[in-house]
């Protein structure tokens, strides 16, 4: 089939690559434009952006789609079928009838559960034992159009956001190409989304990701493990030099008990309003590199009864 690509994260390169690989006809991928970002603040293209240079596709950046110009570049494409993953922009409705087929949306979560644009993290957040992805319709609502696939993943426990990213990236290409494949020989069977069970996974904000240590064990381990790798849980400590911020990339419920933010034992067990969670990786704002809850503690000087605010 013709299609129209429109994509920017990592989640979506997987989606892309495969539908070169069945044998699509990319008329064009739009992508966000480049931002800067790094120690130079270099402009880098987004992850779709570079995929789509390497395979030789035509890659179109624009700042809006609600212009008349905007809808006569997208009607010129000629495609069967807009794909949709995590392009990061909404699409007017104008936009989603040019074509054939509509506009079809690779969405991280089983709708209507966690719609919007943090499905993934929320999910784990949230401490959900499955997560999945869905192949949507598009309308001119926030992930509110009619689903036609859907498939199921499991929520390992101490599965944290970076590690349900990328087991659902190939299920979700997959789950994408079979849509189309059905699509050739018919139109797709479509069934509109309940609104019982509808959440929205509001974008993920700064001023989340401070640790509460005063809360249970089960819910400091689901914020930590639903916030890595990015943007990162942390807490603040006095490590020698001032107080220092330090990112907690894993943990798991463990056995203990005291008062909240105090180390209890010198692996990086640390005591929750209840409960206590094992801190297994770490990384500190003055060092690269992630290390073990207890390589942590003992590079830090750190001794049992020490309290984290």
Not at 266 to 282: D, F, M, P, Q, S
């Amino acid at each position: 089939m013709k299609l129209v690509f429109m994509g920017t994260p990592d989640f979506a390169v997987a989606t892309l690559a495969r539908l070169v690989e069945d044998g699509h006809e990319i008329a064009a991928v739009y992508t966000r434009a480049p931002a800067r970002s790094g120690r130079g603040m270099a402009l880098r293209p987004s992850p779709v952006h570079a995929l789509a240079d390497r395979l030789g596709l035509p890659v179109l950046t624009p700042a809006t789609l609600k212009t008349p110009d905007a809808l006569a570049v997208f009607r010129s494409h000629g495609c069967d079928v807009g794909v949709v993953v995590a392009y990061g922009m909404l699409l007017p409705e104008a936009i989603l009838e040019v074509p054939r087929h509509g506009c079809l949306n690779l969405h991280a979560s089983l709708l209507p559960r966690w719609r919007g644009a943090a499905p993934i993290q929320r999910a784990i957040m949230a401490g959900d034992t499955e997560s999945g992805v869905g192949i949507m319709r598009m309308e001119a609502g926030l992930d509110t159009g009619p689903v036609a696939m859907k498939e199921r993943v499991a929520i390992a426990p101490g599965m944290s956001a970076g590690d349900l990213h990328d087991t659902l990236m190939p299920v979700g290409a997959a789950l994408m190409c079979q849509a189309l494949r059905k699509l050739e020989d018919g139109p797709l069977t479509l069934m509109p989304q309940a609104e019982e069970g509808l959440i929205y996974a509001h974008k993920i904000t700064n001023d989340e990701a401070r640790i509460d240590w005063s809360k249970p064990a089960r819910e400091v381990a689901n914020h930590i493990n639903g916030l890595s790798p990015f943007p990162g849980a942390f807490f603040e400590a006095d490590l020698g030099k001032g107080p220092e911020r330090v990112k907690v990339l894993r943990a798991m419920p463990a056995e203990g008990e005291g008062a909240h933010g105090i180390l209890l034992d010198t692996a990086g067990t640390i005591a929750c309003g209840e409960g206590a969670v094992r801190l297994n990786e770490l990384r500190r704002a003055s060092k690269g590199g992630a290390v073990k809850g207890s390589d942590f503690v003992r590079g830090a000087h750190l001794v049992p009864g020490t309290r984290f605010p």
